[in-house]
């Protein structure tokens, strides 16, 4: 394994962890219970990927870093709406799948590659997920479209 890719493998422990411990507190505060699932399963996936990369480096003999979890209070009052939860969870989502894909790029080993397609596929369906969970609720709008010119010339 060369540095390029433990660099990139132990960032995505490191962003990970925080991804675990920050979708754990929103879980924690959400009021629907959906949210809330989708909160939690994020942090699982969190967790789970933690795993892998640390597997990786093992692997190898390298010492993988320990991930690490910050202490969550035990509040239950919720600073933010769900609403601002989902979409905070989708730019995470968005972030994940930019960091796997720099990595998957920047590897010259195939089944470190392949770790990063199939992570990549959990958390796109994960998204798909949550995207349904937002248009369910009436929170996500269709973004700006080009116009369709052919269809408008047959007017």
Known sequence: MNVVEINHIEAN???N???KVLLKGLAQVAKSKKVRDYCIR???IAKKHIKVFQDLLSNDDI???SAW???LTDSTVT???????MFHTTLLIASSISNYSTASAASLRKDISASYVRLTAEIAQY???GTNIMIKNGWLEQPPQVPDYKGLSKN
């Open 13 to 15: 422990i490191e962003t």
């Open 17 to 19: 962890s925080v991804g």
């Open 42 to 44: 994020g942090s699982d």
């Open 127 to 129: 998204a798909i997920d």
């Open 69 to 71: 979890d910050i202490e």
């Open 79 to 85: 600073p933010f709406s769900d609403k601002l939860i």
């Open 63 to 65: 010492p993988a870093p």
